[in-house]
C-alpha cells in the first residue's frame, strides 16, 4: 500500500495530465458518436420530409384535377343549358310559324 501511495506522491503531476487526456479522448469519442448519430437522424429526416413532399404533392394534383372536373362539368352543363335554351327557342319560332300559318289560312281560305 505504501508503495502506491508513493508511486501516485511521485507521479501526481503526470497521472491527473493522463486523466484529462483520458476523459477528453473518452470525451471525444462520445462527441463522434453523438455525431454520427445526428448525421443519421438528418438522413432520416430528409427522407420522410421528402416522402411527406410526395404525398402533399399527389393531395394537391387530385385536387387540381378534381377541381378541373368540376369545372369542366360546369361548362358543360352551361353549354347544355345553352343549346337547350337556343331549341326551346327554335321550338317556340316554330308553333309561332305554325299559328301564324293557320290564322292566315282561316283568314284567306
Known amino acids: 500500500m505504501e508503495k502506491?501511495?508513493?508511486?501516485l506522491q511521485k507521479y501526481d503531476?503526470?497521472?491527473?495530465?493522463?486523466?484529462?487526456?483520458?476523459?477528453?479522448?473518452?470525451?471525444m469519442l462520445l462527441l463522434i458518436g453523438i455525431l454520427r448519430q445526428i448525421k443519421r437522424?438528418?438522413?432520416?429526416?430528409g427522407t420522410i420530409t421528402e416522402s411527406i413532399q410526395a404525398y402533399f404533392n399527389?393531395?394537391?394534383?387530385?385536387?387540381?384535377?378534381?377541381?378541373?372536373?368540376?369545372?369542366?362539368?360546369?361548362?358543360?352543363?352551361?353549354r347544355k343549358?345553352?343549346?337547350?335554351?337556343?331549341?326551346?327557342k327554335e321550338h317556340k319560332k316554330k308553333e309561332d310559324e305554325e299559328i301564324v300559318n293557320a290564322v292566315l289560312q282561316e283568314y284567306f281560305s
Open 58 to 78: 399527389v393531395i394537391l394534383r387530385e385536387e387540381e384535377e378534381e377541381e378541373e372536373e368540376l369545372s369542366n362539368a360546369r361548362v358543360h352543363s352551361a
Open 41 to 45: 437522424l438528418n438522413r432520416s429526416f
Open 81 to 88: 343549358a345553352e343549346r337547350e335554351a337556343v331549341l326551346e
Open 13 to 27: 503531476e503526470i497521472l491527473i495530465k493522463g486523466a484529462v487526456i483520458l476523459i477528453g479522448l473518452i470525451a
Open 4 to 7: 502506491w501511495i508513493f508511486f
